[in-house]
């Protein structure tokens, strides 16, 4: 189903433009575009050389944000593709005048295209659609195609931490990330949410609101 444009969505997204990052998609095949390299300037995208973080699929923005003001001396970057959502998420971090955030209006697919090998400190997944059919494999966040683009991107010993409320989805990542070598570790069944550690993303709230379970975990690159 085709989502309706937000209305005056083109001047919502000017007034974020400094937030925005939309990176050139003059080659529409991933595969030859991925050739292509075009690596992003993280000390231009934020005047300094603290390290960077990822979140994939940031939604709304509320997961990034809290992250981004608690943690002032790390830089984030949040990657989400559709623009209705993504606007929401710039004003968010906006209205907090945040400066060490800023997000990529992109699928994730062309993410190795912009990010340079070990360069990324931590990356998130949270709540990401789980696309059960086995036809849709090459969708989920954690197929063969991202995760080996993960293990690119981290640092020496940097993490993958993800939270899903799919249980099959997060038996799949589990043993997805197990073969490519990463160290699975911090596992629960039942989010430990008063942990100072612990940032709540918006449908985590819902589903505790709603007495629902969710599954988490870590996966280190060794």
């Known amino acids: 189903m085709r989502i309706r444009r937000k209305k005056h969505l083109d001047e919502r997204l000017f007034g974020v433009k400094e937030l925005l990052i939309v990176p050139d998609m003059d080659i529409k095949n991933v595969k030859l575009a991925i050739e292509d390299k075009k690596y992003f300037d993280f000390k231009d995208f934020f005047n300094n050389d603290n390290p960077v973080e990822l979140e994939v699929g940031c939604g709304k ?8 003001k608690t943690n002032k001396d790390v830089n984030f970057l949040a990657v989400e593709l559709l623009e209705n959502i993504i606007v929401m998420a710039c004003e968010l971090a906006q209205k907090e005048n ?20 070990k360069s990324i400190s931590n990356i998130y997944l949270n709540f990401s659609p789980p696309f059960p059919k086995s036809t849709y494999e090459s969708r989920r966040l954690t197929s063969d195609f991202y995760v080996q683009a993960y293990k690119t991107f981290l640092k020496d010993n940097g993490c993958i931490c993800q939270k899903t409320d799919d249980k099959e989805f997060f038996d799949y990542s589990f043993s997805q990330f197990e073969k490519f070598g990463f160290e699975v570790q911090n596992v629960t069944e039942k989010l430990r949410l008063n942990e100072i550690e ?5 449908y985590e709230k819902m589903f505790k609101n709603k007495g629902m379970l969710a599954y988490a975990l870590i996966a280190k690159k060794a």
């Not at 060490?100 to 912009?114: C, D, H, M, Q, T």
């Open 61 to 68: 923005g509320g997961f990034i944000v809290q992250k981004a």
């Open 98 to 117: 945040l400066t060490n955030v800023k997000f990529i209006n992109s699928g994730a697919e062309y993410l190795p295209r912009y990010i340079r090998e």
């Open 198 to 202: 612990n940032v709540e993303t918006e």
